[in-house]
């Protein structure tokens, strides 16, 4: 067996399924996968931070970053500031993390966050679903998950594994070269994360959501939106995205681990994260 597959089959042999039982306390995804270890967490982030302030550098050229007094701007950090306390749950390391949260005007459906907690909303995934404040915290907690649940480190170390090869990915663990996964990896906007990446996401998000005092329902009401909106046209994630049918049986599956936190959540004595 040769060093690329010994890696994969030994990552594979160590990264947990989904939860297949309930939790007590909310979702238990169990610990991420041990292959992200393959890329140092500080070098993404800071990666992250670069080409996330390019990214508001370009927004702004064209007049699209929101300034701080817009009012959709101010509902995105009020939401993020009840959920960003929470996120330490699944990531001890969060609450290290210089977040930031920026609105894009774009027609884009789409949203981020990007390792390190640097999370962007476009105009059209607020704008054209109508979404709710209940909404708009399922997609951030989704998108948040990702960071949290470290999926970029995990996909650029899989990304390196393949392209890069056994023999020169030995060279890099032991000589310290990192850069050449970073080349690879291209751009942090761009990367696809697996269906497994984005079913975990979903879950982890509906607890972070629940968490922060948002109704997790609104995960349901968010992929009938998002169904809806397709007008019959796959859209081009759909090879790495579970459907929307599918993220809707998963999401309803799960509300009966959520609903408690969210019911916690609303008591006047509520648990402090």
Known sequence: MTLLCWLLSSTMALTPALAQAPATD????????????????????????????????????QHALAPDD?????????????????????????????WEVNLIGSRNIN???????????????????????????????HEMAHALREHARERMAKNGLTQLGANLLGQMIGGGRYAGLFDSGGS??????????????????????????FDPRAGVTLWQKMSANRNGTPPQWLSTHPSGTNRIRTIEQHLPEVMPLFDNARRPDRRQP
Request: charged share 25%; hydrophobic share 45%.
């Open 26 to 61: 909310g979702v238990n995804v169990g610990k991420p996968s041990a292959l992200r270890n393959l890329v140092p967490a500080a070098q993404l982030e800071q990666q992250s931070g670069l080409q996330y302030r390019q990214l508001k550098t370009e927004a702004a050229k």
């Open 70 to 98: 817009s009012p959709q701007l101010k509902r995105l950090r009020g939401i993020a500031a009840r959920i960003v306390p929470f996120a330490k749950r699944f990531n001890p390391h969060a609450s290290e993390w210089n």
């Open 111 to 141: 949203a981020f966050c990007m390792p390190g907690g640097k999370i962007a909303f476009f105009t059209g995934i607020i704008d054209t679903l109508k979404l709710s404040d209940d909404e708009i915290a399922v997609v951030m907690g």
């Open 188 to 213: 942090l906007l761009t990367l696809k994360f697996s269906r497994d990446d984005e079913s975990e996401a979903d879950i982890v998000g509906l607890d972070l959501a629940a968490r922060a005092g």
